[in-house]
Structures are given as C-alpha cells and as structure tokens.
C-alpha cells in the first residue's frame, strides 16, 4: 500500500513511523521545511490534566495520549537514536487568588473522579517541591506523572524512526488538491503540477489543512490561534517541575534554558512576536516564579495552533473520500496526542481496533454543524 502524508510536522511524522512499521510505503510532503511549524514552536508538555478543563471526551482522549506516548517512548528512541528528553520532574498546577484556589479544589476533586494522579499541595509543601515559585502562591496540584519533552528533538526523532523503517520524505513541496476518481483519491497534485499517484492520503498538516483543494465537502475549516513563547537561559535544573497556572506555563529543559508560554490569539497567519504578547507572557512569569525576571533574557518566537470550531482534533476517515485520513486540528495538544494519533491512524489502516474509539472525532460532525464557514 503507497501512503502519502500531507504535512511534515510531529503528527505527520508519528504516522509515517507507525505506517511504515506496519510496511505501508509511506511519503511524508512537506511544503516548507520539517517540524519548523507548531512543533517547534510548541513547549512540550505531556499535560493532560492542565489542558483539559473538564471531565469527557477531550480529558479521556488527552488520558489516553498520555498513556500511549509512555508506551511508546522507549521503542521511538530506539528506533530513532533521538532521546526526546522525556523528562519526570511532573506538573506543579498554581493558584494566586481565592478564585484560582477554588478552581484547583475542583479540579482535584474531578481529577480523582476519574482516576488520574494528583495531589492537593498547601503553599509550603508546593514550596518544598520548587522553591522558585512565587511567595503569593495560595494552593497547588501536583500531576506527578504528567511529564514534558523536547518537542523539536521528539519531532526528529519521529521523522527519524519513520525513515529508519523505510519511509521517504519530501520538503518543500506543497500540495494543492487530491486526486480523485469515482469518489476516491488516488493521489495528490502538487503546486507544480507534478502528480503522485497514492492508495490512502492522510491530511496532517495543521493550521493549513483546509487548504489542500478537493475535500470542501467535508466542510473541515483550521483557525490558526498564534501563541507566542519566551526563552530564558538558565543553570539547568533551576526548576524541577513545569510550572502551570491560569497565567501562563514555564517548562524547564534538560540544557537549562526556561521556556515561558503563552498567548492565545487570532491574528490570522501572522506568526510575529509582539510587544503585547511578551508583557503578557512576563505578566504571568512574575506572578509564578518572580526569580525567572532575573535571567538572562535569549529569544522569543510563535507558532499557530491548528484550531477547528469545537477545538477538537479530526481524525479519521474523509466522509466524501473514505481513503483520505484526517489527521488533524491538535490545537494545544499536539505533542501530547502525537504518538496516540499515530498509532490510531496506523490501526485504522491496518484495521485493528485503536485505543480510543475514533467516531466523535470524525469530520462527519462539522457536515451536521449548520454553522456557515
Ligand atoms: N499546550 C500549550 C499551548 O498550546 O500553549
């Protein structure tokens, strides 16, 4: 079976490992350079009891993510030579107000309802785990075994893995529609006019997804939301765990640079740095860990998430093209939900029955939405 992965980035890369596992011949296009999108501008958190802010569908899939990225970690680094800096350190969840604390309480309250890991932390048993945060803290949650990597070096090393098991990759070249012929693809017309002939397509490229001509009826639309990140330098293990709040995360690495996240905007494809967005980003730094406004500043940079209308991703197969896969709208969760999407979208080729069960994520829910686009 020849497979062809539209987008070069960590979702694209965790299918073409899995499918070329499997033996499917797998070619990842790419029409800029690989994982220089959302992946890597990402921050890295396997974080699904900080993204989620409900029990249901996401936090269960977010769950699940974070079980299968444990299950496979070790396999990946193995199959890649790539060590993604899978780091255990876990997730310190602040409070600064009555408001926020009461907030945690729920949360740890229906965290446990659903049997993920978490401990409620006064301000000085949270003092003791990370000296570094701020003097106002009024209540922490600790998430032991929510962890964080390196998600440019987790983006190369799936794309590694994916090449050591024999797939092939393309950069800089951007696909503009499928092919189709009696209501199914056989393949994808490249922006130069050159064709590549496929059995299976799989549309994982992000914010840009909707724009591959040819699946309109599926009605799939990607919004771009633009977050914005600061890098600090720093001795490494200055912090131990990520810090996580209502304003904002920081996200330690291995080397010692301190990550500090982020901002939630819609400014179309812009992926600027603006002044703005750093005062909101400093803002929440000082609120959190005041001692990170000594370091030494280094650089900032953005990316876009990929957000669809109900925030949820699309996976699985085309309503109007059933051998086109979508694979896509990962909006802040896209390095927790890459090995998950991975493997769900191998085993749907292969026709094993995945993990989660993939129906309320197909995009036969935005042809019922009467919302236009
Ligand atoms: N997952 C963190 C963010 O999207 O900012």
């Not at 693809?185 to 840009?208: E, F, N, P, Y």
């Not at 991975?342 to 919302?371: H, Y």
């Amino acid at each position: 079976m020849k497979a062809v992965i539209v987008g070069g980035g960590i979702i694209g890369g965790a299918i073409a490992w899995r499918l070329a596992r499997d033996g499917v011949a797998a070619t990842v296009l790419e029409r800029g350079r690989l994982g220089r999108e959302a992946s890597w501008a990402a921050a890295g958190m396997i974080a699904p009891q900080a993204e989620a802010q409900s029990a249901g569908l996401f936090f269960d899939l977010c769950m699940a993510g974070r079980r299968v990225f444990a299950a496979t970690v070790e396999r990946l680094i193995a199959d890649s030579g790539v060590d993604p800096e899978y780091d255990a350190q876990g997730i310190l969840y602040l409070a600064l107000d009555a408001a926020e604390h009461a907030e945690l309480t729920a949360r740890a309250r229906w965290h446990r309802e659903c049997g993920a890991l978490v401990e409620e932390l006064s301000p000085a048993e949270a003092r003791r785990l990370e000296p570094a945060i701020s003097p106002a803290i009024v209540h922490a949650l600790h998430f032991s075994d929510n962890r964080r990597v390196d998600n440019r070096k987790l983006t190369q090393a799936y794309v590694a893995a994916a090449l050591a098991a024999g797939a092939a990759v393309r950069e800089n070249a951007r696909v503009d529609a499928i092919v189709t012929a009696g209501g199914r693809a056989t393949g994808v017309r490249l922006d130069d006019g050159a064709r590549l002939d496929a059995d299976l397509v799989i549309i994982a490229a992000g914010a840009w997804s909707h724009e591959i001509r040819g699946l309109e009826g599926d009605r799939v639309r990607l919004f771009p939301v633009r977050g914005q990140i600061l890098c600090f330098e720093a001795r490494p293990r200055l912090l131990g765990p990520a810090l996580f709040s209502p304003r904002g995360y920081l996200v330690p690495r291995r080397d010692g640079r301190i990550l500090a996240g982020s901002t939630m905007e819609e400014a179309g494809y812009d992926q600027s740095v603006t002044l703005a967005g750093i005062e909101k980003i400093a803002r929440g730094v000082a609120a959190m860990a005041p001692a990170i406004g000594e370091l030494r500043f280094r650089e900032a940079w953005a990316g876009l998430r990929p957000a669809t209308r109900d925030l949820l991703p699309v996976l699985g197969p085309s309503p109007t093209a059933p051998n086109v896969i979508w694979a896509t709208g990962h909006y802040r969760s896209g390095i927790l939900l890459s090995a998950l999407t991975g493997e769900v979208i191998a085993d749907l080729v292969a026709g094993r029955r995945p993990a989660i069960d993939p129906a309320p994520f197909s995009a036969a829910r935005f042809a019922r939405d009467r919302v236009d686009l």
